[in-house]
């Protein structure tokens, strides 16, 4: 298995190389529509092309929605630039949430105190509950453990390479 893995690595490495605009161009598109994905699972949608507008920096947000959208897309843009120099501990998390809501009135970068839900609410007043969060109680415990348990399997990774 580990062989098949460096042999897929390997051949990573070699379209890196060959083909980088490509590779740069399927990335934009994936960041682009996680982007939109993401935001539409908390009833955010805007057009198309006010996307395109957002994600490439042209304008500034023009509303809360978009504040969000702004903060996506520069969280997604910061890990996709440095993950392998990212560590996973509650206090980046933190940090990476305070840097979703610069955008937007509310501050970031804090545990939650308040149980919530993400839900919509349709022309004829009714409300549907689209995703409900972790509760806030056990937050800051349940984020440091997985933060952990996924320090601890990225280690393992490292010291499988290196062998």
Not at 1 to 6: D, P, S, V
Not at 64 to 73: D, H, N, P, T, V
Not at 75 to 81: E, G, H, K, R
Not at 112 to 137: C, H, L, M, Q, Y
Request: hydrophobic letters at 35%; one cysteine or more; a positive charge.
């Amino acid at each position: 298995m580990i062989g098949r893995i460096n042999e897929y690595k390997g051949k990573q490495d070699l379209y890196k190389q060959q083909a980088p605009q490509i590779l740069n161009t399927l990335r934009d598109v994936a960041v682009i529509q996680s982007t939109k994905a993401s935001n539409a699972i908390e009833g955010i949608i805007v057009t198309e092309s006010r996307l395109q507008t957002i994600m490439s920096k042209s304008a500034d947000p023009a509303d809360r929605s978009e504040a969000e959208i702004a903060g996506y897309r520069d969280v997604l843009n910061l890990i996709n630039a440095s993950a392998e120099d990212i560590p996973v501990n509650a206090n980046i998390l933190l940090q990476l949430h305070k840097e979703l809501y610069k955008f937007v009135p509310v501050e970031g970068g804090r545990w939650k105190n308040v149980d919530n839900e993400i839900s919509e609410t349709f022309p004829d007043g009714t409300r549907r509950t689209r995703f409900i969060p972790v509760p806030a109680f056990g937050h800051r415990q349940r984020c440091r453990r997985y933060a952990t348990a996924y320090e601890s399997v990225g280690n393992k990774r490292t010291s499988t390479r290196s062998s």
